[in-house]
């Protein structure tokens, strides 16, 4: 009797040690921590920063858009995901949308690997490794895989200043470690 429970068990301790929760759709939680899977999150909000009001997740991790990407396709895969996870949501869920961010420009896009990624104004959407904890933008600027890593205001415009400058990004602001 008690061996039939043993897949069970063994399969409930598989999902969580990979982190899944009957929530997760709806936890709000963003991750940079360096997974794609850890971007998935349930709303779009925005946070005060020195380049002005931004996208970010409900606990105040930054969104980031990357220049070679299309309103309808990510060029962001492998690596690259890991040190720009994916901003995605689970199943057909639609983000919630909060703060100073505008449901009208709110979107998504299927990624090559059938994930769905939020878009805001046409541009996917991802966090940054390198971005510790919330109301971070350690990304901002950074000439990383192949383009320009931005912020995006809440009026879906991309910043491409550095704060209290209006030169050229620089990509001197990247870890060392992600290249």
């Not at 996870?85 to 998504?108: D, H, I, N, W």
């Not at 769905?116 to 490794?129: D, K």
């Not at 205001?153 to 060392?176: E, L, N, Y």
Request: hydrophobic fraction near 30%; aromatic fraction near 10%.
């Amino acid at each position: 009797m008690i061996s039939k429970w043993w897949p069970i068990a063994g399969l409930m301790l598989v999902l969580t040690s990979c982190g899944y929760s009957a929530n997760a759709g709806s936890s709000g939680n963003a991750s940079a921590s360096g997974s794609a899977t850890q971007g998935v999150v349930s709303s779009v909000s925005s946070i005060n920063s020195k380049y002005g009001e931004i996208l970010a997740s409900s606990s105040g991790h930054t969104y980031y858009m990357f220049e070679p990407d299309t309103s309808t396709t990510s060029d962001c895969y492998g690596a690259c995901a890991t040190a720009w996870p994916p901003v995605t949501v689970a199943g057909t869920a639609s983000p919630e949308v909060s703060g100073g961010a505008k449901k009208s420009l709110v979107g998504t896009i299927t990624r090559t690997d059938g994930t769905r990624q939020v878009t805001y104004n046409g541009h996917p959407l991802y966090t940054f490794s390198g971005d510790s904890g919330p109301n971070l933008t350690n990304g901002q600027g950074i000439d990383h895989f192949g383009g320009y890593w931005y912020v995006v205001g809440v009026d879906g415009t991309v910043i491409t200043t550095s704060a209290g400058s209006s030169s050229s990004p620089s990509s001197s602001q990247a870890p060392s470690s992600l290249y």
